[in-house]
């Protein structure tokens, strides 16, 4: 009996089949994942959004199996082909790959050389060959030369016999999914440099004589090589064994594969070297290419998966950044010849004044520009400074030093915030009907000052792809890597929660339930009629309706409204539950707001009803003791060291304090205030073993390390997180597992190099913030990575993730 899909997704996530029913039902109703997994625990048995993403995921996949499935089992039955085990195979399948080798022998496909040999009346040639090799090839051809039909003598009736069977044997689906596993598993990648391309492809250097096999290569090593190819600077063999087995004489151990599986075997028989050339011809002409097709998507896929899976991650780590809050704040956005952009925010992030200073080379007018920062931060109250760390940044954050310090009764704190996406956003259709009256170049450092106070909210007007904190984002497939990032935008707003009357119309956009042109109308309605007072007021906004309202209400935040429950994340058509609270407590509702002492003494089990069981309950009383929670960390700020301001100023052995900028899967980038990403290499995280980075650091986390190695010619810092470590004693980035991704060149074999044998000069050196390697525009047109100081660095590590180009043209 087949497994429907619920009860597949149920086997496969290790929970009950009517649960995932609840949630498919929920899905195909128009609910999200956020509004599932937060109001509906009792319909899913409470499924945590991380289930509900995979489970969407699956659903999908199996879907697009089943409508598959469907258009084969029609293709074949109207070809009268179809028998009951046909059908029982096709309805049996799994995957795509298996119904695709199922389906090949019944695909319509173009006259092939078998096609028209059957047509020349040469099938019963092949058949009797293979039935009985005793028989001499040459002699029983001979009674099928037939020139009325295209064959002329005996072997062009045996090529045509060849064709046939070399079709049959390529296309038999249970010999081709063996055949594929034992490359998978034996096989390998191989790259070589292309004749001349040296010097222009020095970026893949690392690749010019490589070879790692298939189930050890990470997925940023298979991008470098497909991007190496791609660049037409390597060429990519796929190699179905070891070169050891590979030497072996005689018949490859695939070819052994079919032969068994089609009774061909060396007997010393007159047919039996024709049949075994045969079985060699069908290898190498077809099946090792259409497997060599199979495992090279197989590869891009599994690459892609990971890549995605690692943006995805860093991207929710730096939209949860900790949110500076509402400070008056001034945003820098350094230049040289051009200026320093000036651009002040109030508390609530409304630009209240802006200029262009020029500090720097070659004007030098540092005194003017201190008197200028100093007025504003004075007129305007300001809180805190926004540095944007691109270029001049170290230059910019020096004068904001000594602002502090010769003013210190202005109070100021300086932070370095990444200026990545501020170029897309000055430049994007929502600034201009933002920031409609603003220059260009003035609207990057309001974006800087904005992130600094809330990330989450100045993040989201950004394309996520364009927040560069990911491996070869431009190589990814373009709806895969979109659908990802939504949900982790969608996941992370309606986590944190909206604030209706302040919210932008693309923060508003990724909240449950609304869509663009919702949104407009939210913006619309607050402009044109003032504050909501009440979440019951959404829903008199234009084509807001009672399914919009049931899936956004409870995630849209009312401060100082009518009710008091509007500012929480309790969703109002459980606001009856919270008055039964209050009634029981002896009180009104907002008595019970804040008060830990009093829900404390409330049993969730006593108002648990039809509608509302424990898990709401219990959900809803943590809320109220805490009403509108930010779940993001508290604000921090790293502090630069004095005098270490570019790469030529480190020296092994300092220990600095810095931000992680961005997590792969071969370490963590450290932003240590030098223009260059240090890389902290997975060996030299912790004194214990690694598999995955991100369970020791995440984007924005600020750690203390250790400089293991500074080479300034190449532009790496190799940096530690062991603070006991000693420069060139096997530490840092070069040491541990393997040789190392800074300098070191990536395995040739397994042998025991673990996960450390590296990128080599792909995860090396850091970024150039002076336009070096790398570009906001990161080649091919597309806007480039932009991460907050969390995470230029792939992007900006040129070789990392190589593209033309420099930096913003400052």
Known sequence: ??????????????????????????????????????????????????????????????????????????????????????EASIRAAETKARL?????????????????????????????????????????????????????????????????????????????????????????????????????????????????PFTALPSHRVLAMLRGEKENVLDLVLEPEEPEAAEQPGPSAYENMIARRFGVADRGRPGDKWLADTVRWAWRTRVQVHLGIDLRLRLRTAAEDEAVRVFASNLRDLLLAAPAGTRATLGLDPGFRTGVKVAVVDATGKVVATDVIHPHVPANKWDQALAKLARLAKEHAVDLIAIGNGTASRETDKLAGELIDKHPELKLTKV???????????????????????????????????????????LVKI?????????????????????????????????????????????????????????????????????????????????????????????????????????????????????????????????????????????AADFVDDMFGLPTVTDILKELEKPGRDPRPAFRTATFKEGVEKIGDLEPGMVLEGVVTNVAAFGAFVDVGVHQDGLVHVSALSKTFVKDPRDVVKPGDIVKVKVMDVDVQRKRISLSLRLDDEPGAGGGSGGGQGRGERGGRPPKQRQGQGSGGGQGRQGGGGRDRRGGGGSRQGGQGAPAPANSAMADALRRAGPADPKPGGGRGR
Request: hydrophobic share 40%; charged share 30%.
């Open 416 to 458: 370095m915030v990444s200026e990545a996406g501020a170029s897309v956003y000055s430049a994007s259709a929502f600034a201009s009907q933002e920031l409609p009256d603003m220059d260009v170049s003035l609207r990057g450092a309001v974006s800087i000052a904005r992130r600094l106070q809330d990330p989450l909210a100045e």
């Open 1 to 86: 009996m087949t497994t429907s899909i619920e009860g597949r997704i149920a086997e496969e996530l290790g929970v009950r089949e009517r649960q995932v029913r609840a949630a498919v039902e929920l899905l195909d109703g128009g609910s999200t994942v956020p509004f599932i997994a937060r109001y509906r625990k009792e319909a899913t048995e409470s499924l945590d959004d991380a289930q509900l993403r995979t489970l969407e995921e699956r659903l999908r996949y199996l879907r697009e199996l089943e409508e598959r499935r469907t258009a084969i089992l029609e293709s074949v039955r109207e070809q009268g082909k179809l028998d009951e085990a046909l």
């Open 100 to 212: 695709e080798d199922i389906y090949l022998p019944f695909k319509p496909k173009r006259r092939t050389k078998a096609q028209i040999a059957r047509e020349a009346g040469l099938e019963p040639l092949a058949d009797g060959l293979l039935g009985d090799p005793s028989v001499d090839p040459l002699a029983a051809a001979a009674a099928f030369v037939d020139g009325d039909k295209g064959v002329a003598d005996a072997p062009a009736a045996l090529e045509g016999a060849r064709a046939i069977l070399t079709e049959r044997f390529s296309e038999d689906a249970d010999l081709t999914g063996e055949l594929r596993e034992r490359m998978w598993t034996r096989g390998r990648l191989a790259a070589k440099v292309r004749d001349g391309q040296e010097e222009a492809g020095a970026k893949f250097a690392d690749y010019f004589d490589f070879a790692e």
């Open 463 to 603: 394309d996520p792809k364009s927040i560069g904190v990911g491996q070869y984002q431009h190589d990814l497939s373009e709806v895969k890597l979109s659908r990802s990032l939504d949900a982790v935008v969608e996941d992370c707003v309606n986590g944190v929660g909206v604030d209706v009357n302040t919210a932008s119309a693309p923060l508003l956009s990724r909240v449950s339930g609304i869509s663009s042109g919702l949104a407009e109308n939210i913006v619309a309605h607050r402009d044109a009629n003032g504050p909501f007072r009440s979440r019951k007021a959404l829903k008199d906004v234009a084509r807001l309706g009672p399914k919009a309202y049931e899936q956004c209400a409870g995630f849209l935040r009312i401060r100082g409204g009518d009710d008091p429950l509007d500012g929480s994340s309790v969703h109002p058509e459980a606001y009856p539950v919270v008055r039964r609270m209050g009634k029981s407590a002896g009180g009104e509702v907002a008595s019970l707001i804040g008060n830990a002492e009093a829900l404390r003494a409330l049993r």
